[in-house]
């Protein structure tokens, strides 16, 4: 069964800092998606970026951005120019090809200090 | 105009009731989820429906059941409701297919007393 794991419940940094958070996960297959989910305080889930495993340049998408190590199964988000909006959850999430199961890690809950 | 909507957002209850969660999605998607969120914040897949055909369903105690009546719905009993099944539950949708993320809606905070 796929696995994903994020190591840091919580981070913190402050405003117009740059954060990274961990992320690994665990498959066999070798053609996957990968995503980062927020979440703030209003519970709704909000897609912040995609990769795809066949690709290897890193997606990006204004101030986040990954960086995905295939080999070590690694997909770490990271912000810049952290604004106090950016405090919130952040699950990291896998998909399998042509598989509708989407698989979460814990969750790393970011604060953003002023 | 809402992607995927939930009714209710809250939902108190006493413990044996039986109650529903309901899910619309207006964004065409052809397969849907239901997702727990337990008070950890951990988010567990509970069932996933594509064209009407359930493709996932893990370890979900039976009092739990998901009802579509069509691709745009995908509602979720639960009988005799337990203590344990405070949290709050989230549907879900998307396109089939894995490069496609799943649209969520803004969950149902469940508490049981």
């Known amino acids: 069964a796929q696995t994903v794991t994020q190591s840091q419940p919580e981070m913190s940094v402050q405003e117009a800092e740059t954060v990274t958070l961990s992320c690994t996960y665990d498959?066999?297959?070798?053609?996957?998606?990968l995503f980062w989910y927020k979440q703030p305080p209003s519970r709704q889930m909000i897609l912040v970026i995609r990769?795809?495993?066949?690709?290897?340049q890193n997606a990006t998408e204004n101030r986040f951005s990954v960086n995905f190590q295939k080999a070590a199964k690694s997909f770490s988000l990271k912000i810049s120019d952290s604004q106090l909006g950016d405090a919130a959850m952040y699950f990291c999430?896998?998909?399998?090809?042509?598989?509708?199961?989407?698989?979460f890690g814990a969750g790393t809950r970011l604060t953003v200090k002023p | 105009d809402t992607a995927v909507s939930q009714t209710p957002k809250y939902l108190v209850t006493q413990m044996g009731n039986d109650k529903s969660i309901k899910c619309e999605q207006n964004l065409g998607h052809d397969t849907m989820y239901w997702y727990k969120q337990d008070s950890k914040k951990f988010l567990k897949i509970m069932f996933s429906y594509n064209n009407k055909e359930l493709i996932i369903n893990e370890t979900v105690p039976n009092r739990f059941s998901p009802k579509s009546p069509d691709k745009a719905h995908l509602n979720l009993h639960i009988n005799s409701l337990e203590l344990g099944d405070s949290a709050v539950y989230f549907c879900?949708?998307?396109?089939?297919?894995?490069?496609?993320?799943?649209?969520f809606g803004q969950g149902t905070r469940l508490t049981v007393v």
């Open positions: 879900a949708s998307s396109h089939a297919g894995a490069n496609t993320e799943a649209f």
């Open positions: 498959t066999s297959e070798s053609d996957y998606y």
């Open positions: 990769q795809e495993a066949y690709k290897q």
């Open positions: 999430a896998y998909r399998r090809l042509n598989n509708n199961d989407m698989r």
